[in-house]
């Protein structure tokens, strides 16, 4: 697997573990004490702590740039760019440019 795929599943599972542990974990809490339904959490009314609310607001953020980002590492992939031999090769290259008189 190349970099590029390597760090959009590290996108993929920070996004998922952002939802899991920040906004997860205080709406499963309340509903399983029974303070709230599934359904008392509408997207556009601003409730719970800053924490929670920062949360909520970093995962909409990783839910937003996702499909981007993953058209860009994809189209990496496909066209077989990987990190390491980029930048050696670039560097290699610049190497050689600079050595001419």
């Not at 190349?2 to 499963?28: E, K, M, N, S």
């Not at 995962?59 to 077989?80: D, M, R, S």
């Amino acid at each position: 697997m190349t970099t590029p795929l390597w760090v959009l599943l590290a996108f993929v599972v920070w996004t998922i573990l952002v939802l899991l542990a920040g906004v997860g974990i205080h709406r499963w809490s309340l509903i399983l004490t029974r303070r709230a339904g599934p359904a008392d959490f509408p997207g556009g009314v601003v409730e719970g702590a800053p924490a929670y609310r920062r949360a909520t607001r970093a995962h909409a953020n990783c839910v937003e740039n996702l499909p981007l980002f993953a058209a860009i590492a994809l189209t990496a992939a496909v066209a077989g760019i990987d990190t390491p031999r980029s930048i050696s090769s670039s560097s290699s290259f610049s190497s050689r440019a600079s050595a001419r008189p």
